[in-house]
């Protein structure tokens, strides 16, 4: 079976190895080299779901809970699993509260386990939840290195628009580019900011509770740091607003009082795109699997949803055999 995967973010790549795996002859196509352009190259890359049942709902937990052992399968040695530290400062205790009581899969930490866990942040904060089951991943690595698996099992990328005619299926994973064409989809806006320091160290996603916006850090290699997240409902596509940057920014400081001297390398803002319930979707329109609205959970979901919309893809060429052989008989 020929396949056209439309889209190379996160989406399109976890389809495009999960059609591979399944014997399937696999093009990707996508107009813009590079990833830069896609909401996946500004991902923080945190398998969490316990974490995110915080603002999420039940499915999200359920159809990501094994997103590292997918993604281990996928590309071994690429995920950490090192678990979330949830904190907040000693004011905002209630909130950590609050959190605990809408998550589960956490052992309450005491200053003196926070410092064993991280030992950057001794001494900083009372109390902490820790995840011990979460795991993260570097997106931007993920995304290349994913990519040239791919090449290397026989999957072909063009950036040129490909005749669709000669596909006997199409699965769609342009995210925001569909907007205009998929009822009920939306933009929410995520900005985020790249530090680097060499005078702290992290082991794990931190994410602190903060009075405006909760924000988490993820640390990266060589000293850099991932902070975000805004979740803003506008479809805006420019440049990190200067409210955000300094949430952002206060945000880190609060965390650690040494991010006041780390050098801001890197801001991006980009457009995420989301259904009503902020859950993903695919979905089937005659010979095409659109498969869409990943919000703010594409590493954590992708794997489990490209494996739902590679069954609808073998699903219809099951039936369509089954049909031909029923008219030979």
């Not at 190895?17 to 196509?29: F, M, N, T, Y």
């Not at 090192?82 to 205790?93: F, S």
Request: aromatic share 8%; glycine share 10%.
């Amino acid at each position: 079976m020929r396949v056209l995967v439309k889209g190379a973010g996160v989406a399109g790549l976890a389809v495009a190895h999960e059609l591979r795996a399944r014997g399937a002859d696999v093009a990707v196509a996508d107009p813009r080299p590079g990833f830069r352009h896609a909401a996946s190259w500004l991902a923080g890359g945190m398998l969490a779901p316990w974490c995110e049942r915080e603002s999420a709902g039940e499915a999200v937990l359920a159809r990501g809970i094994d997103a590292a052992e997918r993604w281990d399968a996928i590309l071994p040695g690429e995920v950490r699993r090192n678990g979330t530290l949830v904190v907040a400062p000693a004011r905002e205790y209630g909130e950590l509260k609050r959190f605990a009581g809408r998550t589960s899969g956490y052992e309450w930490l005491d200053e003196e386990r926070i410092a064993l866990l991280e030992p950057a942040l001794a001494g900083r904060f009372r109390h902490a939840l820790f995840f011990p089951r979460e795991a993260h991943l570097d997106p931007r690595r993920v995304l290349a290195s994913l990519r040239t698996k791919l090449a290397a099992e026989g999957v072909a990328f063009t950036g040129e628009p490909a005749d669709e005619r000669s596909f006997d299926e199409v699965v769609d994973c342009t995210g925001i580019a569909r907007m205009r064409q998929t009822g009920g989809l939306r933009g929410v806006r995520g900005e985020m900011l790249y530090l680097e320091t060499a005078e702290i160290e992290l082991a794990r996603p931190v994410r602190l509770l903060h009075p405006r916006i909760p924000v988490y850090v993820v640390p990266r290699r060589d000293g850099r740091f991932m902070v975000g997240a805004t979740m803003i409902e506008t479809e805006f596509e420019g440049p990190i607003a200067v409210r955000s940057l300094m949430e952002l920014l206060n945000a880190a400081y609060a965390l650690h009082p040494a991010f006041a001297d780390a050098v801001v390398i890197e801001t991006g803002a980009g457009i995420r795109p989301a259904f009503p319930d902020n859950f993903p979707r695919a979905t089937r329109d005659g010979n095409v699997v659109s498969l869409n609205g990943f919000y703010r959970h594409g590493f954590l979901l992708a794997p489990a949803l490209a494996a739902e919309a590679a069954d609808l893809v073998f699903s219809s060429n099951s039936t369509a055999l089954n049909s031909i052989g029923r008219d030979a008989r």
